[in-house]
């Protein structure tokens, strides 16, 4: 059944209304709203409904967002609804692999399987978000983390990860930031503790001189041969006229 959104406010106000009575009429009205919520098959809709009539049924409008598959309501879900099918939710956020969504369920949903969202971190393989699940979530990996920013030379992750993370192993880390050549983050990484400043200004330095080695100006040529001379560069603009 679909309703837009005007309806299913007037329905939710409604609800809200009908559950501060205790006379049956009004209870019966009160799951007539509910299994329209149901019907609708709209995850919004099931998810703000649980949150606020507090005697709905968590169990079949929890199903209704799982069946949805949808990552963002199954994570406002688990967080808002008190007796929430956790595990059924965290399944939707983990196929989705959205990775503030992991995140997220992660940091803020009691109850939620830290090392099975940690899987699908490290499957998604971005650098900041390795470093962000290895910051805020206890019980994280820290060497598994480290090593997605590691493999993929992401200068900006490895550099928060040897500042931020205790236990993170600085010298790999370290030679991700170089590897990077990303000169600004090697510069950065001098100022951390447990780094080693000579190879870091080595590998600044070497970076450095093939940087400049790239802008330095190509000489002009013709089609077939190099111009050595102004005289040459001359009659060489002049045929072009």
């Known amino acids: 059944m679909d309703i837009d959104f005007d309806e299913f406010r007037k329905l ?36 703000q409904y649980a949150a606020t009539i507090k005697s ?10 799982v ?14 609804v008190e007796g929430a099918d956790i595990k059924a939710l965290q399944q939707v956020v983990a196929e989705d692999g959205y990775g503030d969504f992991v995140y997220n369920f992660a940091k803020n949903v009691k109850g939620a399987d830290i ?5 699908v971190i490290i499957n998604i393989n971005d650098g900041l978000f390795a470093y962000r699940y290895a ?14 920013a590691i493999n993929n030379k992401d200068a900006m992750a490895a550099y928060y990860f040897a500042r931020c ?11 991700a930031v170089i590897d990077s050549k990303k000169i600004y983050w090697c510069k950065l990484f001098t100022k951390l503790k447990g780094a080693d400043v000579e190879v870091l200004n080595k590998a600044i330095e ?28 001359e009659d060489y603009i002049n045929g072009l006229n």
Do not use: C, W
């Not at 993370?165 to 030679?175: E, M």
């Not at 970076?207 to 102004?230: F, G, R």
């Open 115 to 119: 090392e099975l969202l940690q899987k």
């Open 135 to 148: 910051r805020d979530i206890k019980g994280a990996d820290i060497k598994a983390l480290q090593q997605v």
């Open 56 to 65: 709905s049924d968590k169990k079949a409008l929890g199903q209704v967002v």
């Open 12 to 47: 939710l106000n409604k609800a809200s209304y009908l559950e501060t009575k205790s006379d049956p009429t009004s209870q019966e009205e009160l799951k007539k709203i509910e299994k329209i919520i149901i019907d609708s098959k709209d995850p919004n809709y099931a998810y």
């Open 67 to 80: 069946d949805s598959k949808n990552a963002m309501f199954a994570l406002f879900f688990a967080q808002e």
């Open 206 to 233: 070497e970076l450095t001189i093939n940087e400049n080695k790239k802008k330095k100006p190509k000489k002009v040529q013709s089609e077939d041969k190099k111009i050595h001379s102004l005289k040459e560069l």
């Open 165 to 175: 993370i205790k236990g993170a192993d600085v010298k790999a880390l370290q030679q």
